[in-house]
C-alpha cells in the first residue's frame, strides 16, 4: 500500500506503509493506518521515536484531512481488500478512491450510505478460496467486533456482538477487484469517531390528545440526534438531513414543518458575511403560508447551529423568490429548550427534610417559601419544582405519598394526590418529574402491580402510562424530557438497574387519551448498574453507573446510546442522584448527592460541598 503525503507547497510525496516507514519532516501531513491526514501542522525533524495508536488523534485540528490512495499494480487480493477499507475513511465526498478498487459493473451501484457497521477495531480481513477458478475468483471474509449500526437515516443503534461478513473479488483486466462490496461502510471505532460527529436534527413535538396545553407541542422543537460527517459541507449535509424527516425511533411523536418531498435544490449552502443562511427549495414547499414557512425556517436554524452561528434563514422557492425570513431572535419562540426551565438555580431536600433552593452565586441554600420549605408541612425524601418554578410536588418521607404545592407561604398542603400501593424499603414512589407541558409523572414501585403514573397539568386524576417493554422490571427511577414526548427510565430487574428511553405515544381511545411508553432502547449497555440520571441538554444525559466489577463513575451519554465527545467529568464517591442542567443556558453547574452530601460542580472548577446532609438535588423540570 502506498501513502500520499501532501508536501509542502503542495508538492505530491510517496511513502511506504505497513512494509516500512519514512521520515517524513517538513511535511504537511501525518501518516495513520494507511492513509494521508495531510493537514498544516509543523512537524519534528527529531527526537524520540513513540507508537501513536489511530484513537490518539487531533480532533481539534480542523486543518487535517484524510486522503485514500488508489490500488496498485498486481495488488493481491488481501491487500487490496485492506487498501479499500482504508480508502473508505477518507474526506472525500463521493469516495472516488474507494471505488477504484471496485469491479466496473458496481462501482456505480455500491452505496455507502446505506449504513455503517462500527466494530472494536478494524476488521480483520481472510482470505477464502470458494471453489471455482481459483486463479480468476477469491472470497474474502471480513471479522470483528460489532459495537454499533448506523441506519440510512444516519441514526446509531448500539448493537455489539460478532461481525462476519463477506466480500467477493474477480480479475478484471489482469488485476484483482472486489465485485461484491460489503453493505454501507465497515469502519473501527477510531475511524468512525474522526468522520463522524454527533448533530442533532429538530423536529416539532406531537403531544396530540394527551397534553395538557391543547396546540402547545407544536411549538416546541425536539432533539433527533444523527451522525453525519464531520468534514464534508457540514452544514448542507445537516439541511438534507433535516429534510430526510425524523428517525424511524423518533417519527411516531414528532413531525416536521417540511411538505412532504421537499428538496435542497443548492448542491451546496454556505453562509454570507453577515452569517446569514439562504436556503433554496423545490417546488413542494411554494405554496407554504407564513405560519408554516417560519416553523421550516425554524427547523433549519436549530438544526445547522452546532455547524454554524446563523444569524437568520431566509427560505426561498426554485425561482429565487423569497419565502420567509427568521432572524436568531425571533426563532427563540420554537426554541428546544424554551420549556426547560431555569438554568441557574438547583434544589434538594436538606438535613430536616424540606425543599431549599440554591442560585449559582449563593454560597448557603435557602429554604423556598411554602408548605415543603419554611412552613415545614411534610418532610420529604425526594422532589421536583416545576419548570416556571411556582409548584413543587414532594414524596413524604416514607415514600407514601405524593403532593404538590405551591412555592408561596401561608398556603395550605392539601390532600395527598398519589399514595403508594406497597410498603417496605424496594417499594414507595419515586423521584417525581415535570414536564414542560405541565404534567407531573411519578412510579409506584410496588413488587406486585408497578405503574407509572401521569397527572394532567400535575393536580389532576393520576391516570397509569402502560410500559409495555418492561419485560418483567420495575421503574425505579425516572425524568421526562421538557418536550414531553421523550423519558427516561431506570428499570431494575433482579440486582441490575439499566437506563432505558421511551418514547411518549397519545392515542384515543373512546373518547379519552391514552398514553404508553414505547419502544425502550438501551442507552448504556456498556454500564451494569446505573445508579443516577439527568436531562443535561436536548440530546443528552447525565449518567451515574458502573461497568462489570468496575467503579462508578459520571459520564455523559447522548440518547442515541453513544458516548459524548464532552471532557470526562471528575469523580466522586457514592453517588445516588445528580442534576443537571437541560437548557442551554450560560451555567452547566452540576449537583449531585454522593458520600459526602450534597456538592456542586460549577464550569472550571472542583466539586464543592454544599450541605453535609442532603438528598435528592433536582433541576426545575
Given at each position: ?176 477487484r472486489i465485485d461484491a462490496p460489503p453493505d454501507g461502510l465497515v469502519l473501527g471505532i477510531s475511524d468512525f469517531q474522526r468522520i463522524y ?12 390528545p394527551g397534553g395538557s396545553s391543547p396546540g402547545r407541542g407544536r411549538d416546541v422543537l425536539v432533539a433527533d440526534p444523527v451522525y453525519l ?170 415514600g407514601q405519598m405524593l403532593y404538590v404545592a405551591a412555592l408561596q407561604s401561608g398556603l395550605p398542603l392539601g390532600e395527598a394526590r398519589v ?203
Amino acid at each position: 500500500m502506498t501513502l500520499r503525503t501532501e508536501g509542502v507547497g503542495g508538492r505530491l510525496r510517496r511513502g511506504r506503509t505497513r512494509r516500512g516507514a519514512r521520515s517524513l519532516a517538513g511535511v504537511c501531513g501525518v501518516a495513520v493506518s494507511g492513509v494521508l491526514l495531510a493537514g498544516c501542522a509543523s512537524m519534528p525533524d527529531g527526537g524520540d521515536v513513540m507508537s501513536v495508536d489511530a484513537s490518539q488523534r487531533a480532533d481539534a485540528d480542523s486543518q487535517v484531512r484524510v486522503y485514500g490512495v488508489p490500488p496498485r499494480k498486481n495488488e493481491q487480493p488481501q491487500e487490496l481488500v485492506a487498501g479499500f477499507l482504508e480508502a473508505t475513511t477518507s474526506d472525500e465526498a463521493d469516495y472516488a478512491t474507494a471505488r477504484m478498487y471496485l469491479a466496473k459493473s458496481v462501482k456505480r451501484q455500491w452505496d455507502p450510505s446505506t449504513s455503517i457497521t462500527v466494530l472494536s477495531s478494524v476488521p480483520q480481513v481472510r482470505v477464502e478460496h470458494s471453489g471455482g477458478d481459483r486463479e480468476q475468483t477469491v472470497t474474502i471474509t471480513l471479522t470483528g467486533k460489532q459495537v454499533a449500526k448506523v441506519d440510512a437515516r444516519h441514526a446509531y443503534k448500539p448493537d455489539a456482538g460478532d461481525y462476519q461478513a463477506q466480500m467477493h473479488m474477480t480479475r478484471e483486466d489482469g488485476e484483482w477487484r472486489i465485485d461484491a462490496p460489503p453493505d454501507g461502510l465497515v469502519l473501527g471505532i477510531s475511524d468512525f469517531q474522526r468522520i463522524y460527529r454527533s448533530a442533532n436534527k429538530y423536529y416539532f413535538a406531537e403531544t396530540g390528545p394527551g397534553g395538557s396545553s391543547p396546540g402547545r407541542g407544536r411549538d416546541v422543537l425536539v432533539a433527533d440526534p444523527v451522525y453525519l460527517r464531520k468534514r464534508i459541507d457540514p452544514v448542507t449535509s445537516s439541511v438534507k438531513a433535516l429534510l430526510d424527516g425524523p428517525t424511524t425511533w423518533l417519527d411516531p411523536v414528532a413531525g416536521t414543518a417540511f411538505p412532504t418531498g421537499t428538496r435542497l435544490l443548492d448542491d451546496r449552502l454556505s453562509l454570507d458575511d453577515s452569517n446569514a443562511l439562504k436556503v433554496r427549495l423545490s417546488d413542494q414547499a411554494a405554496g407554504a403560508g407564513q405560519d408554516q414557512c417560519l416553523r421550516m425556517a425554524a427547523q433549519v436554524l436549530y438544526t445547522v447551529q452546532d455547524s454554524a452561528k446563523v444569524t437568520d434563514v431566509t427560505l426561498e422557492r426554485k425561482d429565487g423568490s423569497r419565502l420567509c425570513v427568521l432572524g436568531r431572535e425571533q426563532a427563540k419562540w420554537y426554541a428546544p429548550d424554551q420549556t426547560a426551565g431555569q438554568a441557574d438555580r438547583q434544589f434538594f431536600v436538606d438535613a430536616q427534610h424540606r425543599l431549599v433552593g440554591l442560585a449559582d452565586g449563593d454560597e448557603e441554600p435557602r429554604r423556598v417559601p411554602g408548605p415543603f420549605g419554611a412552613d415545614g408541612a411534610v418532610p420529604l425524601r425526594s422532589v421536583a419544582v416545576d419548570r416556571s418554578e411556582r409548584r413543587a410536588a414532594g414524596v413524604s418521607a416514607n415514600g407514601q405519598m405524593l403532593y404538590v404545592a405551591a412555592l408561596q407561604s401561608g398556603l395550605p398542603l392539601g390532600e395527598a394526590r398519589v399514595t403508594a400501593r406497597g410498603s417496605g424499603p424496594k417499594a414507595g414512589l419515586t423521584a417525581p418529574s415535570w414536564d414542560g407541558l405541565g404534567d407531573l409523572w411519578v412510579a409506584d414501585q410496588d413488587q406486585e402491580h408497578p405503574r407509572l403514573l401521569r397527572l394532567p397539568g400535575g393536580t389532576g386524576t393520576p391516570e397509569e402510562v402502560q410500559v409495555p417493554a418492561l419485560d418483567g422490571g420495575r421503574i425505579t427511577g425516572l425524568r421526562v424530557a421538557a418536550d414531553g414526548v421523550r423519558i427516561a427510565l431506570l428499570v431494575t430487574k433482579g440486582d441490575r438497574t439499566s437506563l432505558k428511553l421511551g418514547r411518549v405515544e397519545r392515542r384515543t381511545s373512546t373518547g379519552k387519551p391514552v398514553l404508553s411508553v414505547q419502544e425502550l432502547r438501551s442507552v448504556a449497555p456498556r454500564l451494569e448498574n446505573v445508579d443516577a440520571v439527568s436531562w443535561a441538554g436536548a440530546s443528552r444525559l447525565l449518567v451515574a453507573g458502573s461497568e462489570q466489577g468496575g467503579l462508578q463513575q459520571l459520564q455523559y451519554i447522548e440518547t442515541d446510546g453513544s458516548l459524548s465527545n464532552t471532557a470526562a467529568l471528575p469523580g466522586i464517591t457514592g453517588v445516588r442522584a445528580i442534576a443537571a442542567p437541560e437548557s442551554t443556558g450560560k451555567s452547566q453547574a452540576l449537583v449531585a448527592e454522593g458520600d459526602g452530601g450534597i456538592v456542586r460542580l460549577l464550569p472550571d472548577a472542583n466539586w464543592k460541598l454544599v450541605a453535609k446532609e442532603g438528598t435528592a438535588p433536582v433541576y426545575p423540570g
